[in-house]
């Protein structure tokens, strides 16, 4: 009797555009409310705060200089 | 990628076969480059725009005025490209939201409209930059401003009306690749290859030392490298282009690629202005520096610099525009769709139009200090660009809201603080020598 190779199925892949895909269920913010203020994003506030006004300080203070208002000591 | 492992009973030569929803493919390589291909796009986008019509001013100066000596900044700034632009991915594809609406809802309305304000003040400003390039640029083919501009500003508006995202990403794709013949240019102007080699990997003392003008100048490769729009950009696009779960590893393929062809290209622009270098020639913008080359190397280069310089305003018009149409639209909780149809969208292509046409007009203007507008645009950037930057690092550490599998491992975060410390150092900096202007001399 003579040996019968079945040789297996290709395997095959769908490649979808994701424009073309069925939705996904993501992450969603819905029920979370505003993020955990844990001690890690209270201190990157704080310190983006504290950037923050010392970058506007230091614009109010050129463009006091620019306004001539300063005694010139450079 | 939702890939479906089905058996088929095909005949075993017929390699791909195109069905109603997606493609079949058997082998596994071209699996993988059908499966990058439907993926890549905002990625390479968001790298590609952000060498605009600023960042070629500003490659082309720092060749101009130091030759090859600041090359190895392009090759430090490529992985922090990199990894920041990777985390504005992830985050998109798992929430599908845009960078605006995730900080609205998770650190509330003030901070919501800081962010929104900062960004629109600055891509403004940037927009603006774009159509001065643009006038500037085909001024040199004798091409009125008032016709240049309009043209630009129409051309733009119809770009995105079309109610197809994948219309728009396929023009500004192919307007990427146009970049190509930067590196045309580069083989053209004739580097020394060994010293290009050199000083890529190898930072080398520059005529002069430390002064504040090379500071400036690091700082302005730094800002214009990494912009502030590029975050809300990214994220906005993944959002639209429905980018799955499975897709993050060509998503993040897609940026690194966009990353690598960015920095290349930034080079070959430096290698452009280190031409300028050689031949003494002192400009203050690129189209400048064109017509000074013309003489010496044809009007081959010339008119190449003059259209690339063209292409990389309209590039980084299109994305900002958009960066900013995105962000409001979300806050504002309006339809902001490039799927939409204008009169399904309004008030996202109103945005986008609006800020198109005002820019556009505001250059049109006789005598408007673009100086002024250009050193502005620097200021805010420095502004935004830690803030955008703290926030983006703070979501993807929001376990609440990511859970385990999306948010950034350890070795992310210590990579992503450190970044995060020298951009405030930067920005000090900025400041710094703003408020002293002889801190370096």
């Given at each position: 009797?003579?040996?019968?190779?079945?040789?297996?199925?290709?395997?095959?892949?769908?490649?979808?555009?994701?424009?073309d895909?069925?939705?996904e269920?993501?992450?969603?913010?819905?029920?979370?409310?505003?993020?955990?203020?844990?001690?890690?994003?209270?201190?990157?506030?704080?310190?983006?705060?504290?950037?923050?006004?010392?970058?506007?300080?230091?614009l109010?203070?050129?463009?006091?200089?620019?306004?001539?208002?300063?005694?010139?000591?450079? | 990628?939702?890939?479906?492992?089905?058996?088929?009973?095909?005949?075993?030569?017929?390699?791909?076969?195109?069905t109603?929803?997606?493609?079949?493919v058997?082998?596994?390589?071209l699996?993988?480059l059908?499966?990058?291909?439907?993926?890549?796009?905002?990625?390479?986008?968001?790298?590609?725009?952000?060498?605009?019509?600023?960042?070629?001013?500003?490659?082309?100066?720092?060749?101009?005025?130091?030759?090859?000596?600041?090359?190895?900044?392009?090759?430090?700034?490529?992985?922090?490209?990199?990894?920041?632009?990777?985390?504005?991915?992830?985050?998109?594809?798992?929430?599908?939201?845009?960078?605006?609406a995730?900080?609205?809802?998770?650190?509330?309305?003030?901070?919501?409209?800081?962010?929104?304000?900062?960004?629109?003040?600055?891509?403004?400003?940037?927009?603006?930059?774009?159509?001065?390039?643009?006038?500037?640029?085909?001024?040199?083919?004798g091409?009125?401003?008032?016709?240049?501009?309009?043209?630009?500003?129409?051309?733009?508006?119809?770009?995105?009306?079309?109610?197809?995202?994948?219309?728009?990403?396929?023009?500004?794709?192919?307007?990427?690749?146009?970049?190509?013949?930067?590196?045309?240019?580069?083989?053209?102007?004739?580097?020394?290859?060994?010293?290009?080699?050199?000083?890529?990997?190898?930072?080398?003392?520059?005529?002069?030392?430390?002064?504040?003008?090379?500071?400036?100048?690091?700082?302005?490769?730094?800002?214009?490298?990494?912009?502030?729009?590029?975050?809300?950009?990214?994220q906005?696009?993944?959002?639209?282009?429905?980018?799955?779960?499975?897709?993050?590893?060509?998503?993040?393929?897609?940026?690194?690629?966009?990353?690598?062809?960015?920095?290349?290209?930034?080079?070959?622009?430096?290698?452009?202005?280190?031409?300028?270098?050689?031949?003494?020639?002192?400009?203050?913008?690129?189209?400048?520096?064109?017509?000074?080359?013309?003489?010496?190397?044809?009007?081959?280069?010339?008119?190449?610099?003059?259209?690339?310089?063209?292409?990389?305003?309209?590039?980084?018009?299109?994305?900002?525009?958009?960066?900013?149409?995105?962000?409001?639209?979300?806050?504002?909780?309006?339809?902001?769709?490039?799927?939409?149809?204008?009169?399904?969208?309004?008030?996202?292509?109103?945005?986008?139009?609006?800020c198109?046409?005002?820019?556009?007009?505001?250059?049109?203007?006789?005598?408007?200090?673009?100086?002024?507008?250009?050193?502005?645009?620097?200021?805010?950037?420095?502004?935004?660009?830690?803030?955008?930057?703290?926030?983006?690092?703070?979501?993807?550490?929001?376990?609440?809201?990511?859970?385990?599998?999306?948010?950034?491992?350890?070795?992310?975060?210590?990579?992503n603080?450190t970044?995060?410390?020298?951009?405030?150092?930067?920005?000090?900096?900025?400041?710094?020598?703003?408020?002293?202007?002889?801190?370096?001399?």
């Amino acid at each position: 009797m003579a040996a019968i190779h079945i040789t297996p199925p290709l395997e095959s892949y769908r490649i979808i555009h994701p424009l073309d895909d069925v939705a996904e269920t993501k992450c969603s913010t819905t029920g979370l409310g505003p993020i955990k203020m844990t001690p890690a994003v209270r201190l990157s506030l704080t310190a983006l705060r504290g950037y923050l006004v010392l970058i506007t300080l230091m614009l109010v203070y050129h463009v006091i200089d620019l306004a001539g208002w300063l005694p010139h000591t450079r | 990628m939702r890939l479906i492992q089905i058996e088929l009973e095909l005949a075993p030569d017929t390699e791909v076969v195109a069905t109603t929803s997606g493609t079949t493919v058997r082998r596994p390589w071209l699996r993988s480059l059908l499966s990058f291909l439907v993926v890549v796009g905002p990625g390479l986008i968001v790298m590609e725009a952000d060498n605009d019509a600023g960042a070629v001013s500003t490659y082309m100066q720092a060749g101009g005025q130091y030759g090859l000596h600041l090359l190895w900044l392009l090759v430090l700034l490529l992985p922090i490209c990199y990894f920041i632009q990777e985390m504005v991915a992830r985050l998109g594809i798992a929430t599908g939201k845009g960078h605006a609406a995730m900080i609205y809802e998770r650190f509330g309305p003030w901070w919501g409209r800081f962010s929104l304000f900062d960004l629109l003040a600055v891509n403004f400003l940037t927009l603006i930059t774009e159509f001065a390039a643009i006038s500037l640029a085909l001024s040199a083919f004798g091409i009125r401003p008032g016709v240049s501009v309009s043209m630009a500003a129409v051309a733009l508006t119809l770009l995105v009306v079309t109610g197809s995202y994948r219309r728009w990403e396929r023009i500004v794709i192919a307007l990427c690749l146009l970049d190509t013949l930067w590196f045309v240019l580069a083989f053209v102007a004739h580097p020394a290859w060994s010293k290009v080699a050199l000083n890529a990997v190898v930072p080398t003392r520059v005529d002069g030392g430390i002064t504040g003008s090379l500071v400036f100048l690091v700082i302005a490769i730094v800002g214009t490298t990494i912009a502030p729009w590029q975050l809300f950009f990214q994220q906005s696009c993944v959002a639209e282009k429905r980018l799955r779960f499975a897709d993050l590893k060509w998503a993040r393929l897609d940026t690194l690629l966009g990353a690598i062809f960015t920095v290349l290209v930034a080079g070959a622009m430096m290698l452009v202005g280190d031409l300028g270098y050689r031949h003494h020639i002192a400009f203050s913008d690129p189209a400048q520096l064109a017509q000074a080359l013309a003489p010496v190397v044809g009007p081959f280069v010339r008119n190449s610099l003059l259209l690339l310089m063209v292409n990389a305003a309209v590039l980084g018009a299109t994305a900002i525009s958009l960066a900013s149409a995105w962000a409001y639209g979300e806050v504002r909780g309006w339809e902001h769709s490039l799927h939409k149809k204008p009169w399904e969208a309004p008030g996202f292509y109103a945005t986008y139009v609006l800020c198109v046409g005002a820019a556009a007009g505001i250059v049109l203007i006789p005598h408007v200090p673009l100086q002024l507008i250009i050193l502005s645009v620097q200021a805010f950037a420095g502004l935004i660009l830690p803030s955008a930057i703290i926030f983006l690092q703070l979501l993807l550490n929001d376990h609440e809201l990511l859970g385990d599998r999306w948010i950034n491992r350890p070795w992310n975060n210590v990579i992503n603080w450190t970044i995060i410390g020298v951009l405030f150092a930067l920005s000090f900096t900025l400041a710094a020598q703003v408020v002293l202007p002889n801190l370096f001399n």
